[in-house]
């Protein structure tokens, strides 16, 4: 006999969760479904990159100093198109904008909700056609309602997300988010341009055997971080070692795989990037609620959990360590004891 199979999509899916509380008002759910769309949209402009003049540098330089490509500007205006047209949201801080991002017409001044996303990451696999990312992350504002959303929305601790996700433009394109009641996974059927539910709760693996470095920088990592990589790399069956290096250099790819099948993921400090280089707000904190809720951690490599980092900047960066809990624990124990 067949499996009764029942398929449900990103909206349905997300208005029955929103119906488990009698008192939610459906902003949460609409926002949610305005970056469906828009990571829709986005979706097939990456899809078509290798077919139309779309890509390359656009000439200009993007606030951290890099090479802007035309798909990382196209992903921003799309986003900040539609969720500027949301009335649920009144701002947004990107990768791509030195200053946030206040949405200033009356309805959307009247939105409980400020978006901090990275809307195209893992820049330099664009026009190599490897897979890239678009990373969210969502608050409640703490300005009152009415007024213009200010630097303070933005700078609250990972812990206050109310929901983050991302979309991973891959071999299929997938959704995941979280809303604090665990992770759940949603890939688009392209054929009719709809997110159905895939995987229905994520969760890592409490080991594994992936670890996601840029060895190309060795010799300006820390101490407890190379110590950790000649760990990893000693034959050592009863521990399942040597462990397997997998590093995409697109963050969204690498945590999938990690949070799939068990790994860790390390942007460790460096001499030339003392604070390391990915971004609190944008990066780290939708990434580290998405491996706490699916049973992983994150952390800044020195036993400092990444979502009670109070930000103090929009554009801060963090050293960033995040996966399966035994080996999370094995590479602090290594920071601790090389510190
Ligand atoms: P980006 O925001 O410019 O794309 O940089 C972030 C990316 C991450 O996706 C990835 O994990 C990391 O930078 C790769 O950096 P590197 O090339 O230094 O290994
Ligand atoms: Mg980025």
């Known amino acids: 006999m067949t499996k009764k199979f029942r398929a449900y999509t990103l909206n349905e899916f997300i208005v029955r969760q929103q119906n488990a509380f009698p008192y939610a008002t459906g902003d949460l759910t609409r926002l949610l479904g305005h970056i469906g769309i828009a990571s829709k949209i986005v979706n097939r402009e990456v899809n078509m990159a290798g077919l139309v003049d779309i890509l390359g ?27 500027g047209s949301s009335i ?29 996303m990275d809307p195209l990451d893992g820049s330099s696999n664009i026009d190599v056609n490897v897979s890239i990312g678009t ?26 997300q109310v929901a983050a996700g991302y979309v991973l433009y891959g071999s299929s394109t997938m959704l995941v988010y979280t809303t604090g009641m665990g992770v759940t996974g949603f890939t688009l059927d392209p054929s009719i341009g ?10 890592m693996p409490a080991e594994g055997r992936f670890y996601s470095i840029n060895e190309g920088n060795y ?16 034959d050592d069956p009863s521990t399942n070692r040597p462990y397997t290096s997998r590093y995409v250099g697109s963050l969204v790819a690498d945590f999938h795989r990690n949070m799939l099948k068990g790994g860790i993921y390390i942007y460790p400090e460096t001499t030339s990037m003392p604070e390391g280089k990915l971004r609190l707000t944008y990066e780290c904190n939708p990434i ?7 049973g992983g951690i994150a ?3 020195r036993g400092r959990r990444i979502l009670e ?18 080996m999370m624990k094995q590479a602090e124990d290594f920071m601790q004891l090389y510190a």
Do not use: M, W
Not at 60 to 81: H, M, P, R
Not at 88 to 116: A, N, P, W
């Open 88 to 116: 649920e949201v009144c701002g947004l801080v990107t990768e791509e904008e030195k200053d946030l991002v206040s949405f200033e017409s009356d309805l959307s001044r009247e939105g409980k909700y400020i978006v901090c």
């Open 219 to 234: 010799i300006n990592f820390p101490q407890g971080v190379k110590q950790y990589i000649k760990y990893c790399q000693v």
């Open 194 to 203: 709809e997110f159905f539910l895939s995987h229905a709760k994520i969760v």
């Open 299 to 301: 952390t800044n490599g």
């Open 57 to 83: 540098e656009t000439g200009t330089e993007n606030i951290q100093g890099e090479s802007v490509k035309k798909l990382d500007a196209f992903a921003n205006d799309q986003f900040k198109s539609i969720l």
């Open 135 to 160: 990373i969210f992350s969502i608050y409640r504002r703490i300005s009152e309602i009415g007024s213009a959303s200010v630097e303070k929305d933005f700078l609250q601790p990972g812990t206050k």
């Open 309 to 326: 980092i109070p930000p103090e900047s929009i554009h801060q960066r963090t050293p960033f360590f995040t996966g399966s809990p035994k």
């Open 288 to 294: 580290a609620f998405l491996a706490e809720q699916s």
